[in-house]
């Protein structure tokens, strides 16, 4: 006598077959490697200055390392010469957004998105605030639709920095550049209301 609840299931045969089938597209995937990791990381620092003004600077993060030959090289004078405009990293030009007006080192910036460059001197740099943004690098900087430029002075560090760094202080007062041994500090405060 036939067991009635086992008369309707497939032989084996056919389960492998099943089996087999169910597998198939599984087996004509072909495996996909990650993306290459970018020789320059895009990197963000970002801070809440107070209720209304939120402030996110975007760039990508070169290093010291060069990237193909594995040497350490001389950034400051050398790689990024002093007295050119440079993008403030990596790639794209580094860009600020602010969601209410601030004060950088003193001079007011209105709420809005901005491309960042700077002129690097040994002892201090010219940081450029200009409203062309979506360049890459500094090839295509127009001196004309600079919104604002300050002068800022060059600290030494005790520290080395293998990779380009902006980060804000842990107040918010400061938005800080720096990279090998080579530290820029920029007073930043929501501007004084009228």
């Known amino acids: 006598m036939t067991n009635r609840r086992f008369a309707s299931l497939p032989s084996i045969p056919a389960l492998a077959a099943l089996l087999f089938l169910a597998a198939t597209p599984a087996l ?18 970002a801070k809440k200055l107070d209720d209304t ?8 993060s070169p290093r010291i390392q060069d990237p193909k030959t594995g040497q350490k090289r001389a950034i400051f004078g050398k790689l990024v010469p002093y007295g050119e405009v440079w993008r403030l990293g990596a790639n794209a030009a ?20 901005y491309a960042l460059f700077t ?3 040994a002892d201090k740099w010219t940081l450029i605030v200009n409203k062309d943004v979506g360049q890459w690098g500094a090839y295509k900087y127009n001196k004309d639709n600079d919104v604002l430029r300050v002068d800022v002075p060059v600290k030494k560090s005790a520290d080395t920095y293998e990779a380009f760094t902006i980060a ?27």
């Open 94 to 113: 580094t860009e600020l957004t602010t969601t209410g007006d601030i004060e950088l080192a003193g001079q007011k910036l209105p709420a809005g998105t």
């Open 168 to 194: 804000f202080d842990e107040k918010g007062t400061a938005l800080n550049f720096s990279w090998e041994n080579t530290q820029v500090s920029v007073p930043v405060r929501p501007a004084k209301k009228s």
């Open 53 to 60: 003004t939120y402030v996110k600077v975007t760039y990508h």
């Open 28 to 45: 004509a995937q072909k495996s996909i490697p990650p993306a290459k990791a970018p020789v320059s990381p895009m990197e963000m620092a």
């Open 119 to 121: 002129i690097p001197q």
